[in-house]
């Protein structure tokens, strides 16, 4: 089964400090992995995609296919990175439908 | 902005009624995905649309039903709301080319009362 597990409900840092947001996934083939940021109860952009491997922000993740996870980095934090973070995973099905973890809100602190 | 719309922005009715949320896809972008948030669900996938046509089905109730139309907009269609129906609805849409790719829209929030 899919599935996609944040363990951190909630990262406090300061600012400056570096992030690193963990995700976990479950998947039997190759996943499409993505992470998504929502600001405030918005709607949510498309941060990263790992395919990509681009760096979006100063954030970046890489695919750990032996350890199954997918972690959000970023050397230094800024308090405008403070929002919510949802990894997901798509590709099992022709439908492309995105699977969500639980979320980790990233608290910057001045 | 994704180029993605709903309306409306927000929604407030009582229990045992029933609502339509509208959504409009990005100009060209073929797929319609419907996604609930929720305190103590999260972000789940409800349901998909390609070009007028169901494509796959999340943990969508039976209560709830949407349809997709000729010119592309979506509609997510919930009756008989109860208390629990309360979340975030969203709507994204993605094209063929690059169907991994979701643009999601700015949502619509249900309050049931």
């Known amino acids: 089964a899919q599935r996609v597990t944040q363990p951190e409900k909630l990262l406090s840092v300061f600012k400056g400090a570096p992030v690193e947001l963990k995700c976990n996934y479950s998947?039997?083939?190759?996943?499409?992995l993505f992470w998504y940021v929502q600001y405030s109860r918005q709607r949510l952009q498309l941060l990263l995609r790992h395919i990509s491997r681009e760096s979006i922000k100063g954030f970046t993740a890489d695919l750990n296919k032996g350890e199954t996870s997918f972690h959000l980095k970023k050397p230094f934090a800024q308090e405008e990175d403070s929002a919510m973070y949802y990894c997901a995973l798509s590709g099992e099905d022709s439908s492309y439908k995105l699977i969500f973890g639980s979320g980790t809100r990233l608290l910057v602190r001045p | 902005d994704s180029g993605v719309t709903q309306t409306p922005k927000h929604l407030i009715t009582a229990t045992g009624q029933r609502v339509t949320l509208r959504c409009s896809p990005r100009s060209g972008d073929l797929s319609v995905y419907w996604y609930q948030q929720s305190l103590d669900q999260g972000l789940q996938f409800l349901i998909q649309y390609y070009n007028g046509e169901e494509r796959a089905k999340g943990n969508i109730l039976e209560r709830f039903s949407a349809q997709q139309f000729p010119d592309l907009h979506s509609e997510l269609n919930l009756s008989s709301l109860e208390l629990g129906d309360s979340a975030l609805y969203f709507c994204a849409s993605s094209e063929g080319r690059d169907p991994y790719e979701q643009y999601f829209g700015p949502g619509t929030r249900l309050t049931v009362t």
């Open positions: 998947y039997s083939g190759s996943p499409e």
